[in-house]
């Protein structure tokens, strides 16, 4: 098939208002003109995020339930910086509190929580301590007085008086009947057992020795069972006797204890009292009374009189310590705690154990250790998202402590269950939690976790770009000059600033944005400084942020060179020169994560009579992705719409990237796959020295695609290997145009005319410069002029109509 020769007046008349290729000018950025040249003045809170600022201000100003808040952002963006000097900036609340654990005397398995305003807690268990301590003396010395030892004394005699009193009169009786009470010396017996025995004879005789004298008739065996009946009731007797004494004696010593009581108890109550009066809290009044009964309960630690029984080995007074889990000091700070292993023991607090002398686990309240919700209590927790939800533990419970603002300690779980048996009473807390994660974790909790919304009200978005005015140029510029001198880099000039700021532009990925990732931009600043030193240079210009670039690029280029050398071999097939038929350049971009780089890949179509339609080698390969099985859809839409209107298609065309072994997906790739396919269907060659990149719908409009810059300097760098002839380019979506920010290798081609850069609106502008052929307008009746290209497609789409469908004909 040939074509006839057309001037392509419509096309002129289309591209009129619009060149055809971009200038150098186009291109080229100019930060050095007056309109960026303002005063600096100092920098903000943050750059470019006046959005994400009055959330966060907003989110720490309402003290209300829920108002917890979710940072989102790509990393970079400054979330934690901005995070910090926010919170840096508030005042300390008065919901600060010291927490402290205290014993619960009745129940020790079941600590108590106290609470008092900052700075008191240390105190506070000084003062328990110096209570105790004084305690040891004043106990002592108020029993040693007269009053109390004449009492005493007293109570000893009467109790001593009638237990000698009972003891003879049991004696007497015994003696009576021939008996007579004995101290028992078998090895066996207990000390001090008793037992009584008969008298022969007036003196004691044991039961064997008078079966003897029975045997030998001495004793008349009457006698002998007389004897017996009356041990029996005596022994009896015996016990109910001492069974009474030991009453007397319990009794005597409750008594003694009454004594002792009312001994210390004024004394006691005036110590307690003046601790009371220095922390009047309520919960603290009410506890200092259990201490005060639990010492007049206890006295015996404090005289010595016998030894305590304390299984977990602690010392005896250890009692009437004090656990501060929470010290604010005098001076409190507002509490900002970021926590970066936010497991359960590390938010929530955990209760250590120790083996006692039998070996078993033992532990007490003074065993609690406070969580990073205990020490911001009053304040502001912050967490990375990542982190917390990766707990499976942690997470719930974190939002149940946010519903009901109670922090519940548990002992940290053994493989045969919990290590320690306390469970402490939960602390009250007032926290606002803070958690920093990407966009997509915020979007998938408030769809699938109903409690989400309700508990994180304020959602406080990072952009990761801002607009590119003179302010945010001022701002820049204070950045960088901060940035230099806090790290004690060299200065910058204004030929540096003006590549920095190139370097914003690009990673904005559009002309008249700026990044907000200054992470990436301090990096860069820090990489200049180091080759503007190593060059001997006192400032930081151009050319040693372009040296950056360039080792950036360098160190990170492997898979790019790797690549280029099997075009070069011919392992992979591609051509940067000539024309041909059904074969098209398309440019895709490898993402390696810590950079990314575009390279053209070859897409061929083949056409014929048949009913198939458009086959898309990669689906049927199960390699295609949905948005480009999309895509592939669409262009049958397309070229329905555009060249059989009419007639029903009898087409069976596939269209595939060729040499490409891994999945494809995104539809950036489908008008140069148009290309491929009318160029198919037409015969018409294409250039080979141009590569294509943008999206189409079904009514041929090109539509912009991602990763435009990283394309073009992609065929740029593949057609500098090759050689350049100074007719190779691209051909990009026009809306594309903002998105190009290119180095300034490629910016030098362009101005030198060896590289071109075609900007297109419709896919038949793109098939003008492919194949210089003119598409034509179509009629109302579906038809192009004789001669266009439109014609060309309609008449061989018509003949496959016949072809696949003969009978029809």
């Not at 670039?549 to 690549?563: A, D, G, I, Q, V």
Request: glycine fraction near 8%.
């Amino acid at each position: 098939m040939t074509f006839k020769a057309v001037k392509p007046i419509l096309l002129r008349e289309v591209l009129m208002n619009n060149p055809p290729e971009l200038s150098y000018e186009d291109l080229r950025f100019d930060f050095s003109s007056e309109q960026y040249s303002l005063p600096l003045f100092p920098q903000s809170v943050l750059i470019g995020q006046p959005r994400a600022i009055r959330a966060l201000e907003l989110g720490t100003a309402i003290d209300a339930p829920g108002y917890n808040i979710f940072v989102s952002g790509p990393p970079g963006t400054g979330r934690q910086t901005a995070v910090r000097k926010i919170l840096s900036q508030l005042p300390p609340t008065d919901k600060i509190r010291d927490l402290l654990y205290v014993n619960h005397f009745t129940r020790t398995d079941a600590p108590v929580i106290l609470t008092l305003p900052p700075g008191k807690g240390p105190l506070f268990k000084t003062r328990v301590h110096d209570l105790v301590e004084a305690l040891k003396v004043r106990i002592r010395q108020e029993l040693g007085g007269e009053s109390y030892k004449t009492n005493r004394d007293l109570l000893l005699k009467k109790t001593e008086f009638r237990e000698t009193h009972l003891v003879s009169e049991f004696e007497s009786r015994l003696a009576q009947h021939g008996f007579k009470m004995t101290t028992v010396e078998d090895g066996e017996a207990d000390p001090g057992t008793m037992d009584i025995v008969p008298l022969f004879d007036g003196k004691p005789c044991s039961f064997e020795e008078l079966q003897e004298k029975v045997s030998a008739g001495i004793i008349p065996e009457d006698q002998w069972n007389r004897t017996r009946e009356q041990y029996y009731r005596h022994i009896d007797e015996m016990r109910g006797l001492f069974d009474g004494l030991r009453e007397a004696r319990a009794q005597m010593e409750k008594d003694l204890q009454k004594l002792q009581v009312s001994a210390i108890q004024p004394m006691l109550r005036r110590q307690v009292r003046a601790l009371n009066r220095a922390f009047p809290e309520p919960a603290v009044k009410d506890w200092l009374v259990t201490l005060e009964k639990d010492i007049e309960a206890n006295l015996f630690l404090f005289t010595g009189d016998k030894n305590p029984d304390d299984p977990s080995g602690a010392p005896a007074l250890a009692r009437y310590g004090v656990n501060v889990l929470v010290d604010h000091g005098p001076t409190p700070k507002l509490p900002i705690v970021f926590e970066t292993r936010p497991t359960a023991a590390n938010l929530f607090g955990t209760i250590e154990a120790r083996p006692d002398p039998q070996g078993e686990s033992r532990s007490n309240f003074l065993m609690i250790k406070p969580g990073s919700l205990h020490q911001a209590s009053g304040g502001y927790l912050v967490l990375r998202a990542e982190d917390i939800l990766n707990q499976e533990e942690a997470w719930p419970l974190l939002k149940q402590t946010l519903q009901n603002g109670q922090v519940e300690i548990q002992a940290t779980a053994g493989p045969f269950g919990a290590l320690a048996l306390l469970k402490p009473q939960p602390a009250e807390v007032k926290v606002k939690v803070i958690i920093m994660g990407n966009q997509g974790v915020y979007d998938f909790l408030i769809q699938e976790d109903p409690e989400f919304g309700r508990l994180f009200k304020i959602s406080a978005e990072f952009d990761p770009v801002m607009e590119l005015t003179p302010t945010t140029v001022n701002e820049y510029r204070v950045f960088i000059d901060n940035h230099l001198a806090k790290h004690g880099l060299p200065p910058m000039d204004q030929s540096g600033r003006q590549e920095i700021l190139e370097y914003g532009v690009r990673l904005a990925g559009h002309r008249r944005r700026l990044t907000t990732q200054f992470s990436q931009v301090a990096d860069l600043l820090t990489e200049s400084a180091y080759w503007a030193r190593k060059a001997g240079q006192q400032t930081i210009d151009r050319k040693a942020v372009s040296r950056a670039l360039e080792e950036r690029r360098y160190l990170f280029s492997l898979p790019e060179e790797k690549m280029d050398e099997q075009v070069s071999e011919g392992q992979i097939l591609l051509s940067v020169t000539g024309k041909a038929v059904g074969q098209v350049n398309g440019l895709a971009v490898l993402d390696r994560g810590s950079s990314s780089f575009g390279r053209p890949m070859r897409i061929t179509a083949v056409a014929g009579p048949g009913t198939d339609g458009i086959v898309n080698i990669e689906g049927e390969a199960g390699l295609s992705g949905e948005i480009h099985d999309k895509g592939v859809l669409i262009l049958e839409g397309l070229i329905r719409d555009r060249f059989a209107r009419e007639f029903p298609l009898g087409l069976s065309a596939s269209v595939g990237f060729e040499q490409s072994y891994g999945g494809i997906d995104g539809d950036s790739a489908s008008s140069t796959e148009a290309y491929a396919i009318l160029s198919a269907i037409s015969g018409a060659p294409l250039r080979q020295d141009l590569a294509v990149s943008g999206s189409v719908n079904q009514r041929g409009e090109i539509q912009p695609v991602g990763g435009i810059t990283e394309k073009v300097e992609g065929f740029y760098f593949t057609c500098l290997k090759q050689g350049l002839t100074g007719t190779q380019g691209v051909i990009i979506p026009r809306s594309n145009i903002q998105n190009l920010v290119l180095n300034q290798e490629v910016q030098r081609a362009v101005r030198e005319g060896r590289f071109h850069i075609y900007p297109v609106t419709t896919v038949d502008e793109g098939m003008f410069l492919l194949s210089g052929l003119e598409m034509g307008n179509m009629d109302k009746q579906g038809r192009y002029p004789e001669g266009t290209l439109g014609a060309t497609i309609v008449k061989k789409l018509e003949r496959m109509r016949a072809a696949a469908h003969p009978k029809e004909d």
